[in-house]
């Protein structure tokens, strides 16, 4: 799932923000995660970063911000890399969350 395939680009019509006419990007709004009792807990490895992570559970590198979310004690949001020896909950049932973030970005 390409996230970014569907964020609408807008054109500025205010002039106290910036030049009229300037391109910029809608803001994407992400859902909360609640904990389950389908989770998978894991222990990061040395080496370990958020999109090797969600390759490994869900085949698809681009939805390393499920894991990002659903930890947010665990992940730096500068950085893919985990620090070794965090406890990372895995959520199972992604098409609800991948739903739920459709639902928040409609355009």
Do not use: C, H
């Not at 390409?2 to 002039?15: A, D, F, G, S, T």
């Not at 992400?30 to 389908?38: G, H, L, V």
């Not at 999109?51 to 949001?77: C, E, G, H, M, T």
């Not at 893919?80 to 928040?104: C, H």
Request: a negative charge; charged letters at 25%.
């Amino acid at each position: 799932m390409n996230r970014y395939q569907n964020i609408k680009v807008l054109r500025n019509e205010n002039p106290f923000v910036g030049n009229i006419g300037d391109r910029y990007y809608k803001t994407n709004f992400y859902p909360e995660i609640e904990p389950s009792e389908t989770d998978i807990y894991i222990e990061s490895e040395w080496g370990d970063r958020l999109d090797s992570l969600a390759f490994q559970f869900y085949s698809d590198v681009s939805l390393y911000w499920i894991i990002a979310i659903r930890n947010p004690d665990k992940v730096n949001f500068g950085s893919l890399y985990l620090s070794p020896g965090s406890q990372l909950a895995i959520p199972r049932d992604i098409s609800t969350i991948i739903d739920s973030y459709n639902k928040l970005n409609e355009l």
